[in-house]
């Protein structure tokens, strides 16, 4: 009994969270995220200001929460395919177009975050950088071990390149260009010409 009481308290717990960040990022895009308060985000919630600390210690949390669903998709998936057979030029061309897809489904939510990291480079939004380094960087690793990429190349650089080139291909389309390409297509397009400076000579590869 008392092991069902906890778990619909934590049911009710999660519940009350993810309703805050909807309603936060309900109001975020309809007043702009420095226009909006906490007590608006309280009162829309159905929530006490006291209730809302206990899930945020502060207002920039809720994006990095909102980032932090995004992200963990992004590493799900790099986790199915670091774990196929598929080549590593394959992988990191799937990657990208996924994230970009994740771009276009949350437009809005993806200029918010943006603009946050761009305000505040080492803010609260600095995980969303360190978590997508990590992501590339296993690939890129997986890539020299498996003779696919260079070995010559320093792998944290390498993969700061390849999310450098998709992270600017997704700013430009956000910031100056919506519209006037498919995203996912370009990211790939872009990539595929760093990944053949990347590969390894012919015949390297294990």
Same mark, same amino acid.
Request: charged residues 30%; proline residues 3%; hydrophobic residues 45%.
């Given at each position: 009994?008392?092991?069902?009481?906890?778990?619909?308290?934590?049911?009710?717990?999660?519940? !009350?969270?993810?309703?805050?960040?909807?309603?936060?990022?309900?109001?975020? @895009?309809?007043?702009?995220?420095?226009?909006?308060?906490?007590?608006?985000?309280?009162?829309?919630?159905?929530?006490?200001?006291?209730?809302?600390?206990?899930?945020?210690?502060?207002?920039?949390?809720? @994006?990095?929460?909102?980032?932090?669903?995004?992200?963990?998709?992004?590493?799900?998936?790099?986790?199915?395919?670091?774990?196929?057979?598929?080549?590593?030029?394959?992988?990191?061309?799937?990657?990208?177009?996924?994230?970009?897809?994740?771009?276009?489904?949350?437009?809005?939510?993806?200029? @918010?975050?943006?603009?946050?990291?761009?305000?505040?480079?080492?803010?609260?939004?600095?995980?969303?950088?360190?978590?997508?380094?990590?992501?590339?960087?296993?690939?890129?690793?997986?890539?020299?071990?498996?003779?696919?990429?260079?070995?010559?190349?320093?792998?944290?650089?390498?993969?700061?390149?390849?999310?450098?080139?998709?992270?600017? !291909?997704?700013?430009?389309?956000?910031?100056?260009?919506?519209?006037?390409?498919?995203?996912?297509?370009?990211?790939?397009?872009?990539?595929?010409?760093? @990944?053949?400076?990347?590969?390894?000579?012919?015949?390297?590869?294990?």
């Amino acid at each position: 009994m008392r092991a069902l009481e906890l778990s619909r308290r934590e049911r009710k717990k999660d519940e !009350t969270r993810e309703r805050i960040a909807a309603v936060a990022m309900r109001l975020f @895009l309809q007043r702009g995220f420095e226009r909006t308060t906490i007590d608006q985000i309280a009162e829309a919630a159905d929530v006490a200001k006291g209730t809302f600390f206990n899930y945020f210690p502060r207002k920039e949390a809720l @994006l990095a929460a909102l980032a932090d669903q995004r992200l963990s998709e992004m590493e799900r998936f790099a986790e199915s395919l670091l774990q196929s057979r598929r080549p590593v030029r394959r992988k990191l061309l799937d990657l990208v177009a996924r994230a970009g897809a994740i771009h276009i489904q949350h437009r809005d939510l993806s200029r @918010l975050l943006l603009a946050e990291m761009l305000a505040k480079p080492m803010g609260p939004m600095h995980q969303v950088h360190v978590r997508a380094q990590a992501i590339m960087r296993r690939l890129v690793d997986q890539g020299q071990a498996a003779g696919e990429l260079r070995g010559d190349v320093d792998p944290d650089r390498a993969a700061s390149v390849l999310r450098g080139v998709a992270f600017g !291909t997704v700013l430009f389309w956000l910031c100056c260009a919506p519209g006037a390409f498919v995203l996912e297509d370009e990211i790939r397009k872009r990539l595929s010409l760093v @990944l053949d400076g990347l590969a390894a000579p012919a015949g390297k590869a294990s």
